[in-house]
């Protein structure tokens, strides 16, 4: 009998988490349609980042600014198995993360679904990314001058104060 671990429980539920995110796209999917599908997924990733931020505050004392939003979205990156950098620049209100491999792209591809990546990702990842700028801060925004399911080498967020 092999014994499990605290790490294969974070694996069963990373593999979990993505897999439900999959499913209920794809069962929305045949019942109304790609972009019906499209919109309900919009309206989950404008809440979700909401949920992880909150609880990600909550646990790292962390809770306005650029310096905060780094250290919690880079932990939910690096949770959820990205590559990433990220470049701090306090002095000029500037917070840029280079994604040099997603998570959620690796999975469209893998589904043999990367064909659609292109109206997925930009739409998904911005209201995403906002929704994250907006819980650091009020003068926070968020931008996605580039990104990989466009056919970017990397995918460049950029947030401002």
Excluded at 126 to 149: D, L, Q
């Amino acid at each position: 009998m092999t014994l499990l671990t605290d790490e294969h429980a974070v694996e069963f539920f990373r593999r979990s988490y993505t897999a439900v995110d999959g499913l209920w796209f794809m069962k929305a999917e045949g019942q109304r349609g790609f972009d019906a599908a499209l919109d309900l997924d919009a309206e989950v990733w404008a809440v979700m980042p909401k949920i992880q931020a909150r609880m990600l505050k909550d646990m790292t004392g962390q809770r306005e600014g650029l310096a905060a939003l780094e250290m919690c979205f880079t932990t939910k990156l690096r949770w959820e198995g990205f590559t990433f950098q990220t470049r701090l620049d306090e002095a000029n209100g500037l917070l840029e993360i280079t994604i040099e491999e997603c998570l959620w792209l690796k999975l469209m591809l893998k589904a043999g679904r990367g064909y659609l990546a292109d109206k997925i990702g930009p739409r998904i990842c911005a209201g995403e990314y906002a929704a994250w700028a907006a819980e650091f801060g009020a003068g926070i925004t968020s931008e996605v001058p580039h990104n990989m399911c466009q056919g970017a080498a990397t995918c460049l967020l950029r947030f401002k104060r």
